[in-house]
C-alpha cells in the first residue's frame, strides 16, 4: 500500500522558544515544488501558544500553488456558526479547484476554553455541535436546501464540490464520529499496535452503518532522523492502513523538515 507525505504548514509556535511562525507563501510554494502530496494548517482562536488563521492561511497557500492538496488539521467546526464555516470551505474549495481536504476536530484540551468563550460558544456541548454540524455540513457545501438545527432552512450559492471530510481524534468517540459522517480518520499516533487496533475499530464502526472502509491519515511525531529508518516506519503505517502521514515542522528552519520529508517519500 502507496502512503502519501503532507506536512503542516508553519503557523504556529507549540515551543515559544522555538517559534516556527513562517511565510506561508514560500512554504506552500515550497512543498510543491519538492513533490510533497498536501499542506496543512492548524486551527484556533485562542491557542496557548501563536497561531494563525486556518482559513486565510489555505487560501494564500491555495493561491500559489497548482497541485498539492491543502487541508484543516483540524478545523474547529463547532467553533463556528456551522453556516458560516460551510461558506468558507465551498469558496476555498472552487479556489482551490477542488483541491481541500477538510479534517475536523473538537479541540485539544490543553488549549482550555478561552478560545471558546471568546467566540461565545459552548465548550462543553462542542461535541455535539460537532456532530450537528457535520451532518449539516454536506448540504450546506453543496448548496443544498438544508435545515439546521434551530429549523432554520437555509441554502448556500455558489455551492462546491464536498471535499473530502476527515474526523480527528484518537478517542472511540471520535472513530464513531468519523465513522458515521466522515471520509475518513485522522489520528496522532505511534505505537503500530495500538494503531492496528484503532484502525480495525474504526473500519468496525463502518462496517456497523453498512458503509466502505475509511481512509486513515496518521499525524507521525517522533521519525528517526534517518530517511531510510523513516521511510521504513512509514512503510509500516501504511502496512497497516495508513494512506497519508502528516510530518510536523521541528523547529524554525521548515525548509530542513520538507527537504526531509520529501527525501521520506522518495525512498518509500
Request: charged residues 20%; glycine residues 8%.
Amino acid at each position: 500500500m502507496t502512503i502519501e507525505i503532507g506536512v503542516i504548514l508553519p503557523t504556529s509556535t507549540p515551543d515559544p522558544t522555538q517559534p516556527i511562525l513562517g511565510d506561508v507563501r514560500a512554504s506552500a510554494r515550497f512543498a510543491e515544488e519538492l513533490g510533497l502530496d498536501s499542506i496543512w494548517s492548524t486551527d484556533h482562536l485562542v491557542a496557548s501558544a501563536p497561531m494563525l488563521d486556518s482559513t486565510v492561511t489555505l487560501a494564500t497557500a491555495a493561491a500559489v500553488t497548482e497541485r498539492v492538496s491543502i487541508g484543516f488539521n483540524v478545523m474547529l467546526l463547532a467553533l463556528r456558526p456551522v453556516a458560516w464555516a460551510a461558506k468558507q470551505i465551498s469558496t476555498l474549495q472552487q479556489l482551490s479547484g477542488n483541491r481541500l481536504v477538510v479534517g475536523v476536530g473538537t479541540g485539544n484540551p490543553a488549549h482550555g476554553d478561552i478560545g471558546w468563550r471568546a467566540a461565545g460558544a459552548s465548550y462543553a456541548d462542542r461535541g455535539r455541535r460537532t456532530d450537528e454540524a457535520l451532518r449539516v455540513l454536506p448540504g450546506l457545501v453543496t448548496g443544498q436546501p438544508t435545515v439546521l438545527d434551530e429549523g432554520l432552512e437555509v441554502t448556500l450559492a455558489p455551492g462546491s464540490v464536498l471535499p473530502p471530510v476527515l474526523v480527528a481524534g484518537n478517542s472511540v468517540r471520535a472513530r464513531r464520529r468519523a465513522a458515521t459522517y466522515a471520509d475518513g480518520w485522522i489520528t496522532i499516533q505511534s505505537d503500530l499496535e495500538q494503531l492496528t487496533k484503532d484502525i480495525a475499530e474504526l473500519q468496525e464502526f463502518a462496517a456497523q452503518r453498512d458503509r466502505a472502509p475509511l481512509s486513515v491519515a496518521a499525524v507521525v511525531p517522533g521519525l528517526p532522523s534517518d530517511v531510510d529508518e523513516a521511510a521504513a516506519r512509514l512503510s509500516a503505517f501504511a502496512a497497516r492502513g495508513v494512506g497519508r502521514a502528516i510530518l510536523v515542522p521541528t523547529g524554525p528552519e521548515w525548509q530542513r523538515d520538507y527537504e526531509f520529508a520529501a527525501k521520506v517519500r522518495a525512498a518509500l
